[in-house]
């Protein structure tokens, strides 16, 4: 099997032999699925990462890693006799037909509007079954493990499946506006009490969540907002350096002033296309001199 062409059955394969208690992998014979977690969120996130960046060469290895986590833990199912892999593709298959039945049955659904409450329905029965409560709540089995940002857009979007929901985007910008202002009423309080401190914090969580009823509000995911804005601070920071180097002081030796200078020159780059500058050449210098080049 080791010099057989690559296939689903060869992968199984090699994680049976990794877990062989005679001749498998140590490290491998030592992990649980608790153990496996942090890896399998690791490689998500990697897979992320390389289709964030459009790198595709990556994006295969990527998902190669992530593959090989539902394997793992399908083989430590299988040793303890819990579920298989086999098992594992049978129940998506069953579900991924059961939640279609536009495409595999003879219901019509036409609107994506349509289509996500046959979804969140279907989903909801199934935590119903899978409890056999029907006052179950329809936030039960949202990860706890989630992205705080990604469970709080989750949350808010199975409460408006059931009609629990501002009506439209100006009232959720007038929450945002209205935590904001008990933001500042906490900050002119006592900061060195701790009760006082905690309310901060409450009232802050309280600005987040209501920013990402916003985002929802405007279709968009506040998890992928908020990465493309770390994404973009940071590319602006680099260049605030570079400009701060090439201005021979290190950055604590320049005053807000200065550096707020190279903010804007950095952002100025952004704006007119980075090109890599020459020697004695600033970034916003060599974006200048692209900008001019580029004139007829």
Request: charged share 30%.
């Amino acid at each position: 099997m080791k010099d057989a062409p690559a296939s689903m059955a060869k992968l199984r394969w090699i994680m049976a032999q990794l877990r062989d208690p005679e001749t498998g992998c140590p490290w491998d014979l030592k992990q649980d699925f608790a153990s496996i977690v942090p890896h399998t969120i690791e490689e998500a996130y990697e897979v992320a990462e390389a289709i964030n960046q459009q790198d595709f060469s990556e994006l295969e290895k990527e998902l190669g890693d992530l593959l090989f986590q539902v394997v793992f833990y399908s083989q430590l199912g299988a040793e303890q006799k819990r579920f298989d892999f086999d098992s594992v593709v049978a129940a998506i298959c069953e579900k991924l037909i059961r939640r279609h039945p536009h495409v595999f049955g003879d219901k019509t659904l036409t609107t994506d509007a349509d289509i996500k409450a046959n979804w969140e329905n279907e989903k909801a029965n199934e935590r119903k079954q899978k409890n056999q409560q029907e006052n179950l709540s329809i936030l039960a089995d949202i990860p706890q493990a989630l992205p705080a940002l990604s469970r709080a857009n989750k949350i808010q979007k199975r409460c408006a499946h059931v009609g629990f929901d501002w009506d439209n985007i100006s009232q959720c910008f007038e929450k945002v506006e209205e935590e904001v202002a008990e933001v500042k009423a906490e900050l002119t309080s006592d900061l060195t009490n701790s009760a006082q401190q905690a309310r901060l914090g409450e009232e802050l969580g309280d600005l987040l969540f209501a920013v990402v009823n916003v985002c929802r509000h405007a279709k968009q995911d506040p998890e992928a907002l908020l990465r493309a804005a770390n994404d973009k601070f940071s590319k602006r920071f680099k260049h605030v350096e570079q400009q701060a180097t090439s201005s021979g002081k290190t950055m604590a030796e320049h005053d807000l002033t200065t550096l707020e200078q190279f903010w804007q020159s950095a952002k100025q780059v952004e704006k007119n296309g980075y090109e890599q500058p020459q020697q004695g050449q600033t970034e916003l210098q060599a974006a200048q001199t692209k900008q001019t080049s580029s004139k007829p």
